[in-house]
Nanobody, 115 residues
């Protein structure tokens, strides 16, 4: 059974930084892409960042240049370093992992950026 356990998140002032981490179990982590999505209140869930099995990365336009995704295959962990946070980054952030093309989701962690 694939499980994703997130940590990090919280309340930060605009311009600040936060780091999210996610430990994935129940799948061959190193062979699959992992990433982060977010969903703000009243809005659809959107992709934030993804890192492929080979280390290639992709970012949503709103976070390019501010967020950095990385993976540690030895620890089955994916992290999201978020810098220069803005109030519009406020959302529930979900860790995502794909196994055989099927997405799996963490429980979500709240990130709130105050102005």
């Amino acid at each position: 059974q694939v499980q994703l356990v997130e940590s990090g998140g919280g309340l930060v002032e605009a311009g600040g930084s936060l780091n999210l981490s996610c430990v994935v179990s129940g799948m061959i982590f190193s062979q699959n892409p992992v990433g982060w999505h977010r969903q703000a209140q009243g809005k659809e869930r959107e992709s934030v960042a993804v890192v492929g099995s080979g280390g290639n990365t992709g970012y949503g336009q709103p976070v390019k240049g501010r967020f950095t995704i990385s993976r540690d295959n030895a620890k089955n962990t994916v992290t999201l370093q978020m810098n220069s946070l803005k109030p519009e980054d406020t959302a529930v952030y979900y860790c995502t992992a794909w196994d055989l093309g099927r997405p799996y989701w963490g429980q979500g962690t709240q990130v709130t950026v105050s102005s």
